[in-house]
């Protein structure tokens, strides 16, 4: 229920949409531009930390979802002076926080929708392995999940 998620997940809401909207139909076109990029760092790495919160991510496994950054650049956007983040980056958080936002539409139960990526799933796309373990293999896991969800959701 909406009223039950912890505060900083519903602040999440904000820039989740921000970053969703803005990775949509320009996305080609202002990947290259530097300050589209600079102007939704900040709150895109805000929200990822949120999400990873959320979810009770690892160190390790907030670095394999963000692309594998250096540890000394991974520290840097913890501490938000991290500059501008890549267009790859952009994206995979994007892909999160459209995943995160999936799960919480598709299980009402908050705890529930945070555990999922963690449990064992049957799906065959899955193999019995948790979700968490695709998505960290690279974009296209992330791109997987993304769809398989949003075809869920309908």
Known sequence: MPGSQPNAVRQMSGPADTILLEAGDGAAASRHDREQRRRLSGPAIRAFFLLAESWRLSVSDQIALLGHPAESTYFKYKAERGGTLSFDTLTRISLLLGI???????????????????????NPLFGGKPALDLMMSGMDGLYQVRRLLDGRRG
């Open 100 to 122: 995160y936002k999936a799960l919480h539409i598709l299980y009402p139960d908050d705890v529930l929708a945070d555990r999922w990526i963690g449990l064992p799933n049957s």
